[in-house]
């Protein structure tokens, strides 16, 4: 049986923002070269916006009470796309709860989201050249590039075919 998780957005546990800022500084951001602080500014940003109903958005999944699990939905000037593109970055589970579905999960609640907000194409940036997960969700390769010295693939999901 599936375990079931509760999921929210930020501004709903603005609580969560540290727990999110140290999942993303140790994983990526320290050997991006950012700070602590400047990944809680991040996830700072991202509570402000969502309580004005703007992007940047953060999903989180809670077993209870505990944070588990995370997702965004932003738009940032990434490679040579235009401005206003919409990337799913970051998805976090954290390593007790990985292997419940719960990346699926919270992939879908932002894709409805996304929808909802008349957003039709998502783009994300994996280290999984097969595209794993991503793959099986329907996103589909683009291109490979370098970002921060990592060697990744550029997908993207269209919303509008489902």
């Given at each position: 049986m599936t375990k079931q998780f509760t999921i929210a957005t930020l501004a709903d546990y603005p609580a969560a923002a540290p727990v999110l800022a140290r999942w993303c500084y140790d994983e990526w951001g320290r050997a991006d070269g950012f700070?602590?602080?400047?990944?809680?500014?991040?996830?700072?940003r991202a509570l402000c916006a969502t309580r004005a109903n703007a992007l940047p958005l953060v999903l989180i999944a809670l077993d209870g009470d505990a944070v588990v699990a995370c997702v965004q939905l932003k738009t940032e000037p990434v490679f040579d796309f235009p401005e206003n593109t919409c990337w799913l970055s970051p998805l976090y589970v954290a390593a007790a709860y990985r292997g419940n579905h719960l990346a699926e999960h919270l992939i879908d609640a932002l894709v409805?989201?996304?929808?909802?907000?008349?957003?039709?194409?998502?783009?994300?940036?994996?280290?999984?050249?097969?595209?794993?997960?991503?793959?099986?969700?329907?996103?589909?390769?683009?291109?490979?590039?370098?970002?921060?010295?990592?060697?990744e693939l550029v997908m993207r999901r269209d919303l509008l075919a489902g």
């Open positions: 700070t602590l602080q400047h990944e809680l500014d991040r996830f700072e409805h989201r996304a929808r909802q907000d008349g957003v039709t194409q998502l783009h994300l940036q994996t280290e999984v050249f097969t595209g794993g997960l991503y793959a099986r969700l329907g996103w589909k390769p683009m291109f490979r590039a370098v970002n921060h010295g990592v060697d």
